[in-house]
């Protein structure tokens, strides 16, 4: 018997948390005594074509993503396809990196929240 989709989407959810956990306590130790934690500062539209977005973080770093011709829960808040997008990509999790465009879209655009602004502060909440 299949399990509800509100099922798989909690069992995905304690993965995620779990994941970002161990992600922070490693982005953490890599930090070195004395300098201040990296944190996303802004996401603003991209310049390079073929991305929609760019991730301006404190320490200086850039990163482009997510595709200009597609949607995303940002744009439509359809939880079923939020739920789709995040089985299928829950491996761009296994590179452990905050920074990568897998990351980021997994996050920010495909996240819980339906705002910009409130998925940055929840990326840095979970991943700096």
Same mark, same amino acid.
């Given at each position: 018997?299949?399990?509800?989709?509100?099922?798989?989407?909690?069992?995905?959810?304690?993965?995620?948390?779990?994941?970002?956990?161990?992600?922070?306590?490693? /982005? @953490?130790?890599?930090?070195?005594? =004395? %300098?201040?934690?990296?944190? $996303?500062?802004?996401?603003? #539209?991209?310049? +390079? !074509?073929?991305?929609?977005?760019?991730?301006?973080?404190?320490?200086?770093?850039?990163?482009?993503?997510?595709?200009?011709? /597609? @949607?995303?829960?940002?744009?439509? =808040? %359809?939880?079923?396809?939020? $739920?789709?997008?995040?089985? #299928?990509?829950? +491996? !761009?999790?296994?590179?452990?990196?905050?920074?990568?465009?897998?990351?980021?879209?997994?996050?920010?655009?495909?996240?819980?929240?339906?705002?910009?602004?409130?998925?940055?502060?929840?990326?840095?909440?979970?991943?700096?």
């Amino acid at each position: 018997m299949p399990r509800p989709a509100h099922a798989r989407e909690l069992q995905l959810a304690a993965k995620a948390a779990a994941h970002a956990a161990k992600v922070k306590s490693a /982005s @953490r130790a890599l930090v070195k005594a =004395g %300098d201040a934690r990296d944190t $996303l500062q802004r996401v603003s #539209r991209s310049t +390079k !074509d073929g991305k929609r977005f760019t991730a301006h973080f404190a320490s200086g770093r850039t990163t482009h993503f997510g595709d200009p011709q /597609s @949607r995303t829960f940002l744009d439509h =808040g %359809d939880r079923s396809k939020r $739920l789709a997008y995040r089985t #299928r990509h829950q +491996k !761009d999790l296994n590179t452990r990196d905050p920074y990568r465009a897998g990351y980021l879209s997994y996050f920010l655009l495909w996240g819980s929240h339906t705002s910009m602004d409130a998925a940055i502060n929840a990326y840095n909440r979970k991943l700096f």
